[in-house]
Nanobody, 114 residues
Framework: VQLQASGGGLVQPGGSLRLSCVAS????????VAWSRQAPGKQRALVAT???????GYADSVKGRFTIARDAAENAVYLQMNSLKSEDTAVYYC?????????WGQGTLVTVSS
């Protein structure tokens, strides 16, 4: 099982980006798909989750700005990031949990800077 993350880049404060996480198998086969991020010099932190039932959860720091969503036809989970701040700069990772195993994609770098 592979997860492929993409969509990172350089964006100005206040801008938007959409990250994609495409799975090599049915995205609904994961109990949970999540995005986490690791900022320079900091530990990796959970950003958003979506369960197989469609329930979503967000870190307090991104509530109201980020939206996680699932596309069954594309076997993908997206992270729409709006009103980006400099503190959102990080490498973003997607991962899925299936049968108590974690499957990680590679990171995609998001840089928020003017």
């Amino acid at each position: 099982v592979q997860l492929q993350a993409s969509g990172g880049g350089l964006v100005q404060p206040g801008g938007s980006l959409r990250l994609s996480c495409v799975a090599s198998k049915n995205i609904f086969s994961f109990n949970v798909v999540a995005w986490s991020r690791q900022a320079p010099g900091k530990q990796r932190a959970l950003v958003a989750t979506i369960t197989d039932d469609g329930d979503t959860g967000y870190a307090d720091s991104v509530k109201g700005r980020f939206t996680i969503a699932r596309d069954a036809a594309e076997n993908a989970v997206y992270l729409q990031m709006n009103s980006l701040k400099s503190e959102d700069t990080a490498v973003y990772y997607c991962y899925g949990i299936a049968n108590s195993r974690q499957y990680w994609g590679q990171g995609t770098l998001v840089t928020v800077s003017s």
